[in-house]
């Protein structure tokens, strides 16, 4: 039976950190469901069309890989695609007890349904797409961090000085 995981987030923007590790999830599972939550609060930079469009761009080689959008709770998605798997990333430390109490609540709604984590590169331990953010709105250059599309997107909304 082939695996199948989702890898699911804000994706607000992707990083290159993301990116790592839809490549490593694709070297354990046979194909891997990138699932864009919508709406991931008033917060959000990008628009969930704008979201999925990023990843799409900077996937285009990639085989084996969907992205969707998706709301609702996230194991009835993982059901529906008939996925085993969810696939989150570990940073630090201080990922782990959001992680651990998401991990344990879908296990709670879905016990068959595993996640699995994994670390990126330690190049990538410190991108989130929060500092990603907050650093190119004030004009920082973000080059080697998020995917070139996504750097030009975050240069477009934030012109720098
Ligand atoms: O990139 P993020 O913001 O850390 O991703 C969080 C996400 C999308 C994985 C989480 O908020 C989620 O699963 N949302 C869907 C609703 C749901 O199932 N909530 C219960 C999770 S225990």
Redesign the pocket.
């Known amino acids: 039976m082939p695996t199948r995981a989702v890898y ?5 923007p992707l990083t290159n950190g993301h990116l790592d590790l839809i490549e490593r999830s694709l070297r354990i599972f046979d194909d891997v469901i990138v ?1 864009v ?1 919508t709406n ?1 609060g008033k917060t959000a930079l990008f628009g969930d069309g704008e979201r999925v469009e990023m990843i799409r761009e900077a996937t285009r080689d990639l085989r084996r890989i969907e992205v969707v959008i ?7 998605l993982v059901a529906r695609v008939g996925a085993q798997a969810i696939i ?1 990333g570990l940073r630090a430390v201080s990922d782990f007890e ?1 992680e651990f ?2 991990a344990l ?2 296990r709670k ?1 879905r016990e068959e349904i595993e996640t699995v984590f994994l670390m990126p590169h330690e190049a990538y331990s410190y991108i989130s ?1 929060r500092l990603i953010k907050e650093v190119a709105s004030h004009g920082g250059v973000v080059t080697g961090l998020v995917p070139p599309g996504v750097e030009k997107r975050l240069t477009d909304k934030f012109p720098r000085r």
Do not use: E, I, K, W
């Open positions: 699911p987030g804000s994706f607000d699932a939550v991931p998706f709301d609702g709770l996230l194991v009835d989150r959001y109490q998401m609540m879908n709604l797409s």
